[in-house]
């Protein structure tokens, strides 16, 4: 059996249950769209950033909203051709209805390096680039690369390429320590902007159990870890990198400084303080 897609090519039922998902999502996807009228409302939300900035957090949070299904894996669609990009945002419309959702979400960080292909593939999509301390950042990275200086790298180099969208109208700019410092007023203005109503349950998203599926690379000690995390209530991490000897937080600062000081992340004082521990 075959049918007729949006695009004007063949699928098969075949084809259609493999990107769907399982046997029970198909059926509820069929009894959604074609009993209850279910149907996708609103744009897609792209969540990039550098990793291992709250990333996982925000898809979770954004999941446990009414309107909005999480895509439970990063799907690097944005680097692909447009007709494998168009496949998959038809594969998440389907999740996003199978689960009763009228839109979908779907965070990807390497995609801050490919937001001109989600704009030019989806002028009308919403795009929340989050940002966090790098010097935090960098010792996130360390655990899985046993670098420091491998991590402020790979974060000024994410975020100096994210920099050009901060002004974009389709793209908001979410700090991780807001989030964590003033919950409800930093998710109102990411609801705003993709033209969501507040709901008070997004809190409590860990009291529905999410598993995200990364990237093999990324180890699968780190993919548990990253789970059991995002699975808590919130909790603070911010400020883990004042535990690095001086020695670190120089070469932290000699790489990054200049970044960090413009997303506001550095003092003067510190800042005076690590210029002179460079000589």
Sequence with gaps: MTGISKTGTKCSTDEFFRTTGTFKTWLSYLRNKFFRGAKITAEPIFIVGCGHSGTSLLLVILGAHSRIFAVPHESRIAAHCRWRFLTAMR??????????????????PKHIMHIDNILKHR?????????????????????????????????????????????????????????????????????????????????????SPTKIEKPASEGKSNQQFQNWKVNQPIFDTRGKWKHFSEAD???????????????????????????????
Excluded: C
């Design 91 to 108: 594969k998440f419309n389907r999740w996003a209805i199978a689960h009763g959702k009228t839109r979908w979400v779907e965070k990807t």
């Design 249 to 279: 937080q120089a070469m932290i600062h000699k790489i990054g400084g200049e970044l960090l000081a413009e997303l506001g992340y550095i003092e003067p004082a510190i800042d005076e303080h690590l210029q002179s521990a460079t000589g």
């Design 123 to 207: 002028p009308n999509a919403r795009i929340l680039l989050i940002i966090r301390d790098g010097r935090d950042v960098a010792g996130s990275l360390q655990k899985r690369h046993g670098s420091l200086e491998v991590g402020i790298r790979h974060w000024v180099q994410r975020n100096t390429h994210g920099k050009k969208y901060w002004n974009h109208p389709n793209v908001h700019v979410v700090k991780y320590e807001s989030l964590i410092s003033d919950f409800e007023a930093t998710m109102r203005r990411v609801l705003f902007f993709i033209g969501e109503e507040y709901e008070p349950r997004i809190k409590e998203y860990y009291k």
